[in-house]
């Protein structure tokens, strides 16, 4: 097939480019690069040493004779480039990643949520639009995420996007209906991805187009099978307060002696999977698209769910690190329950790994190798969601806020 992958550069594009053109596919990055703007707008730099993205291709080609494009574009901004490049290249599929992926990110100031709103809500949109246009039928896999549902406990699982619901008509008889899985989002990130829902699901409905949308849980760990296949490949690592996610932080801060940075109780639970089947399950959804005139179909890409405070305790029984119980700078249930349907993925033949694999020391060892690229003083979390939690976070990181350590 011929995909394009926007957002290719970034922390699950670019094992997911590689994993696709190992397997034979013509794959086409089409990234901004926004991503490494934001790094260098918070200062901070990926944990792992990340060369340009158009050197990692050159080593891909030099390592596996494969070649992967790189185009330099906008998607949210450049719409008629874009839509030129899709008429000139009419992919089968295009796999979307190019969105602002960070929670803590989206609530920095008002200037970060509305670039998050801009970028990410005009970047479906205008991809949507451009394929109707150019009257395409690709296939647009788009990564969603588990926080559209909002990780609200009500007893019951939350299953794979639609809830059956019974709606009372006038005659007072019951009939049932499938409807989107009422949206909760928890920060302007999780609600561009509830915005992009409702965008989907108009153009399915209104125009044909086939779209696939995974829910996707927290990602952990750095290598695929790929990205081991020569040090140059090797994906980012991110590990500040903005864009390091739980697990992965966790880790890196045991490999450098840095308290575990629990945000309250650590009772929130939340869904997980590892690097490596996160670019399986985009795979599996690309070969099993729904058809023209489907209603959009979604998958919950997650493995297992965990609480925060049990993987801090997992970490620190495997390395010795002390845990640190901080205040919240987001708002959010200080405990939950999840439990989470994944049949759909399980049904096409993925294994999961788990954190039972150890692959979680494979992670500390790689932060070990890079600890000397760790700036301490990015690692706690600063984005307050609300003016009145900002006061809470003092900006000493060494200081008062890790004394409470466990
Ligand atoms: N947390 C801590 N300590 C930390 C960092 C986080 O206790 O040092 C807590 C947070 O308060 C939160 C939970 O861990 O309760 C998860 O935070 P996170 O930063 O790992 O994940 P989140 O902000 O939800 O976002 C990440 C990705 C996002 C993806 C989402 C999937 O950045 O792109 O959509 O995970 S999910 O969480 O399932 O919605």
């Known amino acids: 097939m011929r995909l394009a992958v926007l957002g290719g550069d970034g922390f699950i594009g670019w094992p997911t480019t590689l994993h696709l053109s190992a397997r ?10 926004s991503r490494r703007w934001i790094d260098t707008e918070l200062g901070v730099q990926s944990l792992t040493p990340m060369d340009s993205i158009q050197e990692r291709t050159r080593i891909w080609h030099q390592e596996t004779g494969r070649r992967i494009h790189f185009h330099l574009i906008d998607l949210a901004r450049d719409y008629e480039v874009m839509k030129r490049w899709l008429a000139d290249h009419r992919p089968d599929a295009v796999i979307h990643f190019a969105e602002q992926r960070a929670a803590p990110y989206s609530m920095k100031s008002d200037r970060h949520k509305n670039y998050t709103v801009n970028n990410n ?30 990780y609200s406990n009500v007893g019951a699982a939350i299953p794979e996007g639609y809830l059956s619901v019974g709606v009372e008509t006038l005659d007072g008889e019951t009939v049932s209906q499938d409807i989107l899985y009422p949206a909760n989002p928890g920060s302007i990130y999780h609600m561009t991805k509830c915005l992009d829902q409702l965008l989907f699901q108009f153009y399915a409905k209104n125009d044909g187009v086939r779209i696939t949308d995974l829910h996707q849980g927290i990602v952990w760990g750095t290598h695929t099978d790929e990205t081991r296949v020569h040090l140059q490949l090797i994906n980012r690592f991110d590990y500040d307060g903005d864009y390091g996610t739980v697990l992965n932080r966790f880790l890196i ?3 450098i002696g840095h308290p575990l940075t629990v945000h309250g109780t650590g009772g929130q639970t939340r869904a997980f999977i590892h690097i490596q089947d996160s670019v399986r399950c985009i795979e599996l959804a690309l070969m099993n698209p729904p058809k023209r005139g489907d209603k959009v179909k979604i998958f919950n890409q997650m493995t297992e769910t965990h609480r925060v405070r049990d993987l801090a305790r997992i970490v620190s029984e495997l390395t010795g690190a002390q845990v640190a119980h901080l205040p919240n700078p987001r708002k959010e249930a200080v405990e939950n329950d999840l439990v989470v349907r994944n049949d759909q993925f399980l049904a096409l033949g993925l294994q999961p790994i788990t954190l039972q694999d150890g692959l979680l020391s494979e992670v500390i060892d790689v932060a070990r190798k890079y600890a000397y690229r760790v700036d301490r003083s990015r690692i706690p979390a600063m984005s307050a969601w609300t003016k009145d939690i900002a006061p809470t976070l003092e900006r000493d990181p060494e200081g008062k806020r890790l004394k409470s350590v466990s």
């Open 253 to 255: 801060q045991a490999a």
């Open 121 to 150: 809500v005009n970047a479906s949109h205008n991809l949507l639009n451009a394929l109707v246009e150019l009257d395409l039928d690709a296939h647009l896999v788009h990564l969603g995420t588990m926080g559209v549902y909002g």
């Open 24 to 33: 034979g596919h013509e794959v086409h990055i089409i990234d901004n690069l």
